[in-house]
């Protein structure tokens, strides 16, 4: 049978690495798929570059629209990136019958019910593994590897250049801009590193996920992102001390409603930095590695790890897709796997909930006057707000400041407590004349 044709937009990193890929494995992946797929048209802005990597025998263009208008192209790849041109020329791709793959999880959690939509209306398949996780492939895994459970929760590292920066702070006792300039250095980093480091590019790929997780629309805008540039090395210190690691997670979990609490059902949506156990696997996921964690009822927790960036690894989830498209695309559209895991007609419209109604338990770091009663005006507080407490860790002031020392520095865990609960306790507790600078609040999974 006739290879099917493939055409690239943009031949950067992800872009080499799929060709290169697909061009070193061409018979075992034409095994796989029952017939040769072949990269047959080019389109980056840089032609001379891209001819070099593809050598003479491929066409390459400077427009990728003279790509989506080959009608001897059946699947476009996209590897732009970004939300500008990408969004056109996929938008297009779709609406001239091509199927599409891309990595682009930006495009995706921001306008993929527009995207699905539209791909849904022309009978053609929008593919994104490498979007997620690069290398590792969560979403066959949770479209279709988990299809018998009700999802409860996922958690992953999802984001290798926040793990790349906690763990050499952690292990090096570096700060924070050294170590940031190393990832970048690296190649770890997005375009725009304030996407890594503000957990945009995580809370990006958990929207993606929870959508397929719980059959809900993609909705970027209610997702709860905080990064990691506030984190002091301390408390990475002080959670160790407390049996913790601190890692950067992006969380989405099923909420049954709890009439008793007043807690109506919903989805937390939500990347932070977050303490776990140091026991938990996920809690040794070192360096620009990623993993992921679901729980559904049915199987118990799993674990996925693997890269979560760089060029053949997420070449690798690029061409999974590509395979996947090209035993399916003579299928009746009716029978694919739908792009979100659910029939589109079958989608929750379950609430995502907002922060404050998010049940989480905390680290707490507060610097205090080191005289008595401290601790006692501090516990009353939570105690009278129903915050109960786990565990409690107060330094001597000299190990803090230094000899002589008047101020030290009181640790908290405490047990689950609703967000906007404890809002009100770090309101009060920041009010008293012994909080000396401003309280430091980490969210804390036990992940079980
Ligand atoms: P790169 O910047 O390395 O590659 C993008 C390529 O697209 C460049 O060669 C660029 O050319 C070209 N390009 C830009 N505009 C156009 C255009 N209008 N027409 C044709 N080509 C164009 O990006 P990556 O390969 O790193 O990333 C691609 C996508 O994959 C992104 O969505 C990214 O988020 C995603 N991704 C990346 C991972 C990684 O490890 N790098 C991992 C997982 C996902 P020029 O350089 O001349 O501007
Ligand atoms: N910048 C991303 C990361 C690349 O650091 O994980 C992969 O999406």
């Given at each position: 049978?006739?290879?099917?044709?493939?055409g690239l937009?943009g031949?950067?990193?992800?872009?080499?690495?799929?060709?290169?890929?697909?061009?070193?494995?061409?018979?075992?992946?034409?095994r796989?798929?029952?017939?040769g797929?072949?990269?047959t048209?080019?389109?980056?802005?840089?032609?001379?570059?891209?001819?070099?990597?593809?050598?003479?025998?491929?066409?390459?263009?400077?427009?990728?629209r003279?790509?989506?208008?080959?009608?001897?192209?059946?699947?476009?790849?996209?590897?732009?990136?970004?939300?500008g041109?990408?969004?056109?020329?996929?938008l297009?791709?779709?609406?001239?019958?091509?199927?599409?793959?891309?990595?682009?999880?930006a495009?995706l959690?921001?306008?993929?019910?527009?995207?699905?939509a539209?791909a849904?209306?022309?009978?053609v398949?929008?593919a994104f593994e490498?979007?997620?996780?690069?290398?590792?492939?969560?979403?066959k895994?949770?479209?279709e590897?988990?299809t018998?459970?009700?999802?409860?929760?996922?958690?992953?590292?999802?984001?290798?250049t926040?793990?790349?920066?906690?763990?050499?702070?952690?292990?090096?006792?570096?700060d924070?801009?050294t170590v940031?300039?190393?990832a970048?250095a690296?190649?770890?980093?997005?375009?725009?590193?304030?996407?890594?480091?503000?957990?945009?590019?995580?809370?990006?790929?958990?929207?993606?996920m929870?959508?397929i997780?719980?059959?809900?629309?993609?909705?970027?805008?209610?997702?709860?992102?905080?990064?990691?540039?506030?984190?002091?090395?301390q408390?990475?210190?002080?959670?160790e001390?407390?049996g913790?690691r601190?890692?950067?997670?992006?969380?989405?979990k099923?909420?049954?409603?709890?009439?008793?609490?007043?807690?109506?059902?919903?989805?937390?949506?939500?990347v932070?930095p977050?303490?776990v156990?140091?026991?938990r696997l996920i809690?040794?996921?070192?360096?620009?590695m990623?993993?992921?964690m679901?729980h559904g009822?049915?199987?118990?927790?799993?674990?996925?790890?693997?890269?979560?960036?760089g060029?053949?690894p997420?070449?690798?989830?690029?061409i999974?897709?590509?395979?996947?498209?090209?035993?399916l695309?003579?299928?009746d559209?009716a029978?694919?796997?739908?792009h979100?895991?659910?029939?589109?007609?079958?989608?929750?419209?379950?609430r995502?909930?907002?922060?404050?109604?998010?049940?989480?338990?905390?680290?707490?770091?507060?610097?205090?006057?080191?005289?008595?009663?401290?601790?006692a005006q501090v516990?009353?507080?939570l105690?009278?707000?129903?915050?109960?407490?786990?565990?409690v860790?107060?330094r001597?002031?000299?190990?803090?400041?230094g000899?002589?020392a008047?101020?030290?520095?009181?640790?908290?865990l405490?047990?689950?407590?609703?967000?906007?609960?404890m809002?009100?306790?770090?309101?009060?507790?920041?009010a008293?004349p012994?909080v000396l600078?401003?309280?430091?609040?980490?969210?804390?999974e036990?992940?079980?």
């Amino acid at each position: 049978m006739k290879a099917i044709q493939v055409g690239l937009l943009g031949i950067g990193t992800v872009g080499s690495g799929t060709f290169n890929v697909l061009q070193r494995n061409q018979e075992e992946i034409k095994r796989r798929a029952g017939r040769g797929i072949e990269i047959t048209m080019v389109a980056d802005l840089d032609t001379a570059r891209a001819q070099a990597a593809v050598g003479a025998g491929v066409q390459v263009v400077a427009d990728a629209r003279a790509v989506i208008a080959n009608p001897d192209i059946d699947i476009v790849i996209e590897l732009i990136g970004g939300y500008g041109i990408a969004k056109q020329l996929v938008l297009e791709a779709i609406e001239a019958g091509k199927h599409v793959v891309t990595a682009n999880k930006a495009l995706l959690a921001v306008h993929g019910t527009e995207i699905f939509a539209a791909a849904h209306r022309k009978g053609v398949m929008v593919a994104f593994e490498a979007a997620v996780a690069g290398g590792i492939p969560i979403i066959k895994a949770l479209r279709e590897g988990l299809t018998a459970n009700r999802i409860q929760w996922l958690a992953g590292i999802i984001n290798g250049t926040t793990n790349f920066i906690l763990s050499e702070m952690r292990d090096k006792g570096l700060d924070f801009g050294t170590v940031l300039k190393q990832a970048q250095a690296l190649g770890y980093a997005e375009a725009d590193p304030t996407f890594d480091i503000e957990g945009v590019d995580a809370a990006h790929k958990v929207t993606l996920m929870s959508a397929i997780a719980f059959g809900i629309p993609v909705q970027f805008d209610k997702a709860y992102v905080e990064g990691i540039t506030q984190l002091g090395a301390q408390d990475i210190k002080y959670a160790e001390q407390l049996g913790y690691r601190i890692k950067l997670l992006g969380i989405a979990k099923r909420r049954q409603a709890d009439v008793a609490k007043g807690m109506a059902d919903g989805i937390e949506l939500r990347v932070h930095p977050s303490l776990v156990p140091a026991k938990r696997l996920i809690a040794n996921v070192e360096g620009a590695m990623n993993a992921v964690m679901v729980h559904g009822d049915a199987v118990g927790t799993t674990l996925y790890y693997g890269k979560g960036a760089g060029s053949e690894p997420t070449a690798s989830a690029v061409i999974a897709d590509l395979v996947d498209i090209t035993r399916l695309h003579t299928a009746d559209a009716a029978q694919r796997v739908p792009h979100l895991a659910f029939q589109p007609d079958a989608m929750s419209d379950l609430r995502v909930l907002p922060m404050s109604e998010v049940v989480t338990s905390y680290y707490l770091r507060l610097s205090v006057s080191d005289q008595p009663g401290v601790l006692a005006q501090v516990t009353g507080i939570l105690a009278a707000l129903g915050i109960s407490i786990d565990a409690v860790l107060q330094r001597e002031a000299d190990e803090v400041g230094g000899e002589g020392a008047t101020a030290t520095d009181l640790i908290i865990l405490t047990h689950d407590t609703v967000e906007g609960t404890m809002n009100q306790a770090l309101t009060q507790m920041q009010a008293l004349p012994t909080v000396l600078a401003p309280i430091v609040r980490i969210r804390k999974e036990e992940l079980v």
